[in-house]
């Protein structure tokens, strides 16, 4: 059975700091693309971050860019999001999401998401 369960969400004050983490199990996770998204209220979700499988790098919504850092600790099977500066806009429920695509199948997980508040 494949879990995903996020953690480490809150409320923080602007210009705080929050790590969140996505820990996994029933999937090879160092094969998998880790994916960070967002869901603010009443709006759509939307990407936040990604880390490729194999060492092949991340990369950023650029509403995120240099606030935020994605990392993954494979022998953890832990996917991690580092967030700095947090703004107001910044609020919303995060997900976590894996990712394998093969030529004949894809295998697409999702967390149950942890909420982020950001507030003074």
């Known amino acids: 059975q494949v879990q995903l369960v996020e953690s480490g969400g809150g409320l923080v004050q602007p210009g705080g700091s929050l790590r969140l983490s996505c820990v996994a199990s029933?999937?090879?996770?160092?094969?998998?693309?880790m994916t960070w998204y967002r869901q603010a209220p009443g709006k759509e979700r939307e990407l936040v971050g990604r880390?490729?499988?194999?060492?092949?790098?991340?990369n950023y919504a650029d509403s995120v860019k240099g606030r935020f850092t994605i990392s993954r600790d494979n022998a953890k099977n832990t996917l991690y999001l580092q967030m700095n500066s947090l703004k107001p806009d910044d609020t919303a429920v995060y997900y976590c999401?894996?990712?394998?695509?093969?030529?004949?199948?894809?295998?697409?997980?999702w967390g149950q998401g942890t909420p982020v508040t950001v507030s003074s």
């Open positions: 999401n894996a990712l394998w695509t093969g030529s004949w199948r894809t295998y697409d997980y």
């Open positions: 029933g999937i090879p996770f160092s094969t998998y693309t």
């Open positions: 880390s490729f499988s194999a060492g092949s790098g991340e």
